[in-house]
């Protein structure tokens, strides 16, 4: 009677046809020695479906993958080895800079470019139109397979910036403005090279040939998000199904994390003093932005040797041309003048790319305003106020005269250079249209500013343009200069 319950059931619920997998003799003489024993009819109905049914429609349980788990059960699962499904981002305007490559350092220049990730490169491409390049074409490929990313805040003011390191030692910052954009390329890209980054693969140190063993020993890896805190994912990539493997885990996570710390602490102890490297020429000083009794006692002389430079070539083409020093050259040209001077380089302003004077007189100009201590010190702003109030010419006169003799040597010497000079350009003011006060406004607040911005700052500005227009029209008598 339970066999006819059965034929009549197996009748009206006809299962899929599936093929079932080939089985073994002993797996099917199992199976029917299950069938034999079961104890009532409902048990053998299910397990002879059992036997139809592919392994795959059945439900999994889901895999652990931790480490402890793995070497307890000592059991190989066949997914255990594949990685977490990519995210895909394709076609999205980002910008990058490129400070490094092959440990060498790079000027950081930003640039938009139009940013692809595959399953284990990202490629920047200056447009959308030169995606359909191939690989290696006009696009720059870094290999995410073993690189590092992380966010960073100290190499860039902008916000949003994260770091990629190659495996080669090449260097790129990554940034928007949208957090949830740069947030999302950065999950993206970080379970990209966790995906693509084999067991063991070696790191090059940036500027070095020492290889990091891994990535678990470097600062900062593992987060996702400033602030944020994630698993560390070396965790699935360093699993081993035998269960001797934890201990050798553990000990080599101890001995990199002691390397590094060890290295570091090497470099700190032995790390030169500034003044060392200075000695040796690793570290040149600027020429902008240095005390001017620094640069004068450097190059040897009272007047900085630039200063000279750029007064000659105004005084060679420039002092018939309309609104000198009032007139902005091209600021870009400017910074390239002023990177040739910070790097010793030769310069020649009689070269074509300088033919602008104003190019020269703007780069003159940049040089006084950089200076840490204005041409006129801090400690004489205060007194050089007093003297121009005095309301008697000629005592007006031997007061800031007695003031300008008490400079240091360096500062009173280009300052009775910079006025001879000004004195010259006012002699051609029918032509290139520039008076006293025109001149004063430009060489006021450059040449002088209060050490702390107390007070009225247009009060001070008014002052700053009276005490350049007042030595320039008696430069003669204060600076004992020839009369022509």
């Known amino acids: 009677m339970a066999g006819t319950r059965i034929t009549n059931l197996q009748s009206t619920v006809k299962p899929p046809v599936i093929q079932a997998p080939q089985r073994s003799t002993a797996t099917q003489g199992a199976v029917q020695m299950r069938i034999k024993n079961s104890p009532s009819s409902g048990d053998r109905l299910s397990q002879s479906k059992s036997m139809v049914l592919q392994e795959t429609d059945l439900p999994q349980k889901p895999i652990s993958r931790h480490r402890r788990n793995q070497s307890q059960h000592n059991v190989v699962v066949a997914g255990a080895a594949t990685f977490e499904p990519l995210v895909d981002l394709k076609g999205e305007i980002m910008n990058m800079a490129k400070i490094s490559e092959s440990g060498k350092k790079q000027r950081k220049n930003w640039s938009s470019v139009w940013t692809v990730l595959t399953s284990d490169q990202l490629m920047f491409y200056k447009d959308k139109q030169e995606t359909g390049l191939k690989p290696g074409g006009k696009a720059d490929v870094l290999q995410l397979c073993g690189a590092v990313i992380e966010w960073n805040t100290e190499k860039s003011s902008r916000k949003n910036v994260f770091q990629i390191t190659t495996s080669t030692g090449s260097e790129y910052l990554v940034q928007t403005d949208s957090n949830s954009t740069a947030s999302k390329w950065y999950d993206a890209i970080k379970k990209t090279v966790d995906s693509s980054t084999k067991e063991g693969f070696p790191l090059r140190r940036s500027n070095s040939t020492d290889y990091l063993p891994r990535h678990s020993s470097l600062p900062g890896y593992g987060s996702a998000s400033p602030g944020v805190k994630q698993r560390n994912p070396i965790h699935r990539r360093s ?12 000990a080599s996570d101890s001995a990199d994390k002691n390397g590094v710390k060890n290295r ?93 004077v104003h190019v020269v007189t703007g780069a003159l100009k940049m040089f006084f305003r950089e200076l840490p201590e204005p041409l006129f010190p801090f400690r004489f702003f205060q007194p050089f106020v007093e003297a121009i109030k005095i309301k008697e010419p000629k005592q007006k006169v031997q007061a800031v005269k ?35 006060q025109g001149i004063g406004i430009v060489f006021g607040p450059t040449l002088m500013w209060p050490e702390l911005d107390a007070g009225n700052m247009a009060v001070n500005m008014v002052y700053q343009n009276q005490i350049v227009e007042f030595i320039l029209t008696e430069s003669q008598e204060i600076f004992n200069l020839d009369r022509k």
Request: charged share 30%; proline share 3%; with cysteine.
């Open 239 to 250: 699993i081993n199904m035998f269960g001797s493997s934890k201990l050798k885990h553990s």
């Open 402 to 436: 007695k003031l300008i003799q008490q400079l240091p040597k360096p500062n009173h010497d280009t300052m009775k250079l910079l006025f001879s000079h000004l004195h010259k350009v006012l002699a051609f003011s029918r032509k290139n249209l520039m008076s006293t």
């Open 264 to 356: 570091l602490k090497k470099f700190i102890i032995r790390r030169p003093s500034m003044k060392t490297l200075q000695e040796k020429g690793l570290i040149k000083d600027r020429v902008f932005g240095c005390h001017l009794s620094s640069l004068c006692e450097r190059e040897g002389t009272t007047v900085p040797k630039f200063v000279r430079i750029c007064v000659d070539a105004v005084e060679k083409r420039g002092l018939e041309a309309d609104g000198i020093y009032r007139v902005s050259g091209n600021l870009a040209t400017i910074q390239k003048l002023r990177f040739l001077v910070d790097e010793e380089e030769d310069l020649d302003l009689e070269h074509s790319q300088w033919e602008d």
